[in-house]
């Protein structure tokens, strides 16, 4: 009921009247907007809106209470081939079973985010171990290698992916994001399908990157 109205009869008695409205479609209406502003419109993952807001609160969480989160970036090599070869549908229906994949990697815990284009983001709160990481980092890229089946032909792909850890290698959000992409290019730099430790760069660099 939307809305109701106090009423005195004329014996003295208090009654309500009131105006009942079906609002079913207007609550639908709300989620859609918010699932378009949240959600990547293709893959259905959470899109760069809601992975920064979620990685904002992990680092909060982190700070009051300790611990420590690991975060990817991914991005996928020879993700143009498959467009200039086979077309822009085969590469969306790539980028589809690639969020697919990604997904079957990680805890439910986790956060898989894609940022646009052929770019991807993983969010692992509550890291212990570095060798759980690597694990999960090898898993991927395996995964990643596989071929894909796609309606227009076969694609074979892989993934360069950078690593960085808060408050390891950042105390802010912007460092973070700063390590992960840096490590990722690195990756690249030095052939794909593989992985790249922020720490590692910079015990081989022996500066700050």
Not at 44 to 50: E, G, T, V
């Amino acid at each position: 009921m939307d809305l109701s109205v106090a009423h005195w009869s004329a014996d003295g008695v208090l009654y309500y009247s009131g105006i009942a409205r079906d609002i079913t479609e207007r609550k639908r209406a709300e989620d859609r907007i918010h699932h378009q502003a949240n959600y990547d419109a293709l893959t259905d993952l959470p899109n760069r809106n809601l992975f920064m807001d979620r990685l904002g609160q992990a680092l909060l969480h982190v700070t009051r209470v300790g611990g420590r989160i690991a975060l990817m970036f991914i991005d996928l090599d020879r993700f143009k081939w498959v467009n200039d070869h086979l077309g822009h549908a085969a590469g969306d229906e790539l980028l589809v079973e690639v969020s697919v994949r990604l997904t079957g990697c990680v805890r439910r815990s986790d956060t898989i985010a894609r940022l646009g284009g052929d770019e991807f983001t993983v969010l692992l709160p509550g890291v212990r171990d570095d060798l759980d990481v690597s694990g999960v980092a090898q898993k991927i890229l395996e995964r990643l290698a596989e071929p894909f089946y796609l309606t227009a032909g076969v694609a074979s792909i892989f993934g360069s992916i950078g690593i960085a850890f808060f408050p390891d290698d950042a105390g802010t959000l912007d460092q973070i994001l700063h390590a992960a992409d840096v490590s990722m290019y690195e990756a690249k730099r030095t052939g794909g399908q593989r992985y790249c430790f922020y720490n590692e760069l910079q015990s081989n660099a022996g500066t700050q990157l």
